[in-house]
């Protein structure tokens, strides 16, 4: 992505410049919104550096420089969504690829796996990805891609990402990490060994609820490139209005996630005490049983918090009552987000798929956000109180 001044200086800081100069132009701190589909050529036959919107657009341009910064990439490749960076990911491989991923995995990605991908030839296998060995158990020659999630949605299970990294580089395929749980600020996968990151910007690095995207990240120039290539083709790009929103909530990424990761914390450690909770997922808990690895590889624990309640009954009880926490789908907002996992985010896992997985009817997961920590704990503590 090129060189830039900030390259040397602390992450909020490059948070807030890299990809932001003010404009030449105006003098303007914010750079410009470039909505626009097509630019002008000014002589024929010698187009400038940007042709079409859906090729590269300045702004877009100016949030991939930002992102593969915090991220510690030369490249990232910004997308329309998520899923779009995933479905991007798996591309990358031929049909009769074989890849190996995390048996505790969002339910979008599930979906696009078993119910778009597979159809294409791509075959999925699902391990327990925390267990290296697990992992080498299931190896085939048709191998391509380890794809993890880590922590995991929503049971927060941790992959040891230099372990099994060390494991691809020997076999020569990709390790890809999902990130969005964590944010660049909490863990840097490429510094740990994997090929291709990528999040969910719709989350934690926008922040503020109001946009949808995927990012992905890599050090590899010819992965880079056929990335940029398949979301040209396929019309996968970010807007450039979307790019824009997500940026302005880059700025303010190392304080929200120092925020949440204190609150976050504080709930889990309330809800390990509570009587109506049965058990709490948290890697920032030292009951969890992955608690040293987490200190290891991630610079904090996060905002995502998830625990068992007894039944579904209780699970309703408990969520007509909240009234601080916002009921939704979606995590990494500046609000609390909380949800039902096995009717919401991964409903489209089978009923059976999800309970071998371990994703219960009493399962509720909490994003924690930026409110007083006071008043979520208070409210946490009355909508419990009606379980």
């Given at each position: 992505m090129g060189s830039d001044k900030f390259d040397h200086t602390g992450f909020a800081t490059r948070a807030v410049h890299v990809g932001q100069d003010p404009d030449p132009t105006t003098g303007a701190v914010i750079p410009p919104l470039h909505a626009t589909s097509t630019f002008v050529q000014f002589e024929f036959g010698k187009p400038g550096e940007y042709i079409y919107s859906r090729s590269a657009?300045?702004?877009?341009?100016?949030?991939?420089?930002?992102?593969?910064?915090?991220?510690?990439?030369?490249?990232?490749?910004?997308?329309?969504?998520?899923?779009?960076?995933?479905?991007?990911?798996?591309?990358?491989?031929?049909?009769g690829a074989h890849v190996i991923t995390s048996s505790d995995l969002y339910g979008g990605t599930y979906r696009l796996f078993e119910q778009v991908l597979r159809d294409f030839g791509i075959d999925f296998e699902y391990v327990e990805t925390s267990d290296v060995a697990t992992i080498q158990a299931a190896w085939r020659d048709e191998t391509a891609m380890v794809y993890v999630e880590t922590p995991t949605n929503p049971l927060m299970a941790l992959t040891d990402i230099a372990a099994v990294a060390e494991l691809t580089r020997e076999r020569q395929v990709r390790l890809v990490v999902?990130?969005?749980?964590?944010?660049?600020?909490?863990?840097?996968?490429?510094?740990?060994?994997?090929?291709l990151v990528l999040h969910s910007t719709t989350k934690?690095?926008?922040?503020?609820?109001?946009?949808?995207?995927?990012?992905?990240?890599?050090?590899?120039?010819?992965?880079?490139?056929?990335?940029?290539?398949?979301?040209?083709?396929?019309?996968?790009?970010?807007?450039?209005?979307?790019?824009?929103?997500?940026?302005?909530?880059?700025?303010?990424?190392?304080?929200?996630?120092e925020r949440v990761d204190i609150s976050a914390r504080a709930v889990a450690?309330?809800?390990?005490?509570?009587?109506?909770?049965?058990?709490?997922?948290?890697?920032?808990?030292?009951?969890?049983?992955?608690?040293?690895?987490?200190?290891?590889?991630?610079?904090?624990?996060?905002?995502?918090?998830?625990?068992?309640?007894?039944?579904?009954?209780?699970?309703?009880?408990?969520?007509?009552?909240?009234?601080?926490?916002?009921?939704?789908e979606s995590l990494g907002g500046v609000e609390t987000l909380i949800s039902h996992p096995a009717s919401m985010t991964h409903a489209s896992i089978p009923k059976a798929e999800?309970?071998?997985?371990?994703?219960?009817?009493?399962?509720?997961?909490?994003?924690?956000?930026?409110?007083d920590l006071a008043d979520l704990i208070a409210d946490l503590e009355q909508a419990l109180a009606c379980v």
């Open positions: 657009n300045p702004t877009r341009t100016a949030l991939e420089r930002n992102l593969a910064s915090l991220e510690g990439a030369s490249h990232g490749i910004a997308f329309a969504s998520g899923c779009a960076a995933t479905d991007s990911v798996i591309r990358l491989l031929a049909p999902d990130n969005t749980f964590m944010s660049p600020y909490f863990q840097r996968p490429l510094e740990l060994g994997a090929e934690y690095i926008n922040g503020h609820s109001d946009s949808i995207g995927g990012i992905v990240m890599t050090n590899d120039g010819a992965d880079a490139e056929r990335l940029r290539f398949i979301a040209k083709s396929v019309g996968a790009a970010l807007s450039p209005f979307e790019a824009w929103l997500i940026q302005r909530g880059v700025k303010t990424l190392a304080l929200r996630m450690e309330m809800l390990q005490q509570h009587p109506s909770v049965e058990r709490v997922y948290y890697p920032g808990l030292p009951s969890h049983p992955q608690h040293e690895l987490a200190k290891r590889q991630m610079h904090g624990f996060g905002g995502m918090v998830s625990f068992e309640l007894a039944d579904f009954d209780a699970v309703k009880r408990f969520l007509d009552a909240v009234q601080v926490c916002t009921l939704a999800r309970e071998a997985r371990g994703i219960k009817e009493g399962l509720t997961r909490i994003s924690v956000g930026v409110e």
